[in-house]
């Protein structure tokens, strides 16, 4: 039940995003849930392997490249959902900055609070 919150505040943060971000468009709630959920396979199967292949970027940028790497990944979310796109990397880079942000804040909302 917490990924289905997930995926739909994901999708929120999305919709928000694209209204805010000029050159980011979402033509709706439905291709926002899509996305989300787009986002969270790459995530979970291609960011690995990218960040694995781009480890030496990675260490001698002190971790700074990861930011690239997650704006390819919007990218690539761009290049497979039809009702979302994203003009080039300067807006796929703040894109993905801002959605890591709200994902953050969003989640945390999620938590549990433990006594």
């Known amino acids: 039940m917490k990924v289905f919150f997930k995926i739909l505040l994901t999708a929120l943060a999305v919709v928000v995003l694209a209204s ?6 979402v033509t709706g709630y439905g291709s926002a849930v899509l996305v989300a959920i787009v986002i969270a396979l790459l995530n979970m199967f291609v960011r690995p392997l990218l ?3 781009t ?11 990861l930011f690239v790497i997650n704006a390819i990944i919007i990218l690539l979310a761009d290049s497979l959902v039809d009702g979302f796109a994203v003009n080039g990397f300067l807006a796929a880079f703040f894109f993905s900055i801002l959605l890591s942000v ?6 945390s909302l999620l938590k ?4």
């Open 20 to 25: 805010i971000l000029p050159g980011v468009y």
């Open 51 to 53: 960040v694995f292949f």
């Open 55 to 65: 480890l030496p970027a990675t260490i001698v940028t002190l971790g700074l490249f």
């Open 102 to 107: 709200f994902r953050s804040f969003l989640f």
């Open 112 to 115: 549990e609070k433990t006594n």
